[in-house]
């Protein structure tokens, strides 16, 4: 397995400070860990070490007085030894409050700049050097070359939804890469690009303008306004749908005959909580609703019950559905 990104890392810290991380995430927090020398000097000198603890301090009585972070005492340490994760984890959490990692502007790696919306965060707007504009859903991440504009214009979408709002620019046409090969190209206009891991399945909604989709095989369609494409990565099917589209930047979600595992995703990246359930027990259930912008986690379970009687538990950014 590849080092993971800084971005990712960072994110899964917080998870594993709130207590949320899957198995998964688990699994990848380990290898990052056991790649850290063990002799490996943590400060530079004393005035690092002196100015790192101030910010710290700062920053942790900011965070506990929202609530956000638990004592360490009172956290979960899956190995007594490894202290140093608690500290790590509410490093990462207090990245917004005082900008360690500045998770919500640029984040830079080398020859690129990575922009995240963590999750169970709020909906990230962020300008492009061209002035493009750019809104990510919570517990999306993408990046970008630091030559951005410089003989191409190309966003590498990793995970997540982002909307596009693109300046026309003829002679450089805007590039929207997804996992698995899929690539949106317009020269100006303004889309939505989703690729979620969980679903194998890319979808591009367009709002204004034209857009070409296409993956290795070829073009896979064109796309007008108010049209969408859906393509699944593992049939390589593709289906078309019409029809004005909701504008999710907004903060509303509007679902039409989603599943289940959809409804899971919001409330793993829009909430921030871990979703427990069985796949084959839910996987006939289809739900038509819309979710506000202010709705909170519980009323939209309760929804989710009044609508196809499902049992849950809500506990400790935990949700268990029975």
């Not at 709002?207 to 796309?223: C, F, N």
């Not at 306004?225 to 930047?249: C, F, I, M, P, V």
């Not at 979600?253 to 899971?264: M, Y």
Request: one cysteine or more; a neutral charge; proline letters at 3%.
């Amino acid at each position: 397995m590849n080092k993971p990104e800084q971005s990712i890392i960072t994110s899964l810290l917080e998870k594993h400070a709130l207590g949320i991380c899957t198995r998964e995430e688990m699994a990848l927090l380990e290898q990052w860990y056991a790649a850290f020398p063990g002799d490996e000097q943590v400060w530079r000198n004393d005035g690092e070490k002196a100015e790192m603890k101030a910010a710290l301090k700062a920053g942790i009585f900011d965070v506990i007085a929202e609530k956000k972070v638990y004592p360490i005492s009172q956290a979960r340490v899956k190995h007594p030894g490894r202290i140093w994760w608690q500290a790590a984890a509410v490093a990462a959490v207090l990245v917004v409050a005082f900008s360690i990692y500045n998770i919500y502007g640029h984040k830079k790696e080398p020859g690129y700049v990575i922009v995240s919306a963590p999750a169970g965060k709020s909906i990230v707007k962020q300008a492009l050097p061209d002035h493009s504009a750019i809104w990510l859903e919570p517990g999306t991440t993408l990046r970008y070359r630091n030559d951005y504009g410089n003989g191409g214009r190309v966003i590498e979408l990793a995970e997540g939804m982002a909307y596009f709002a693109v300046q026309k620019n003829a002679s450089q046409p805007f590039l929207v890469k997804t996992p698995g090969g899929v690539q949106t190209k317009v020269l100006g206009t303004e889309f939505t690009v989703k690729a979620y891991a969980q679903s194998k399945e890319v979808q591009v909604m367009v709002s204004s303008g034209i857009v070409e989709v296409s993956d290795s095989t070829g073009v896979l369609g064109i796309l007008k306004a108010d049209q969408q494409l859906s393509y699944g990565q593992e049939a390589h099917s593709t289906k078309r749908t019409e029809g004005k589209l909701e504008d999710w930047r907004t903060g509303d979600i509007v679902l039409k005959n989603a599943s289940f595992a959809e409804i899971a995703r919001i409330l793993e990246k829009r909430y921030g909580l871990h979703v427990v359930f069985n796949t084959a027990s839910v996987a006939s259930m289809r739900f038509t609703l819309r979710i506000g912008n202010n709705t909170t986690a519980a009323e939209l379970l309760e929804t989710l019950k009044d609508i196809s009687g499902l049992a849950y538990t809500l506990s400790d950014n935990r949700v268990t559905i029975h």
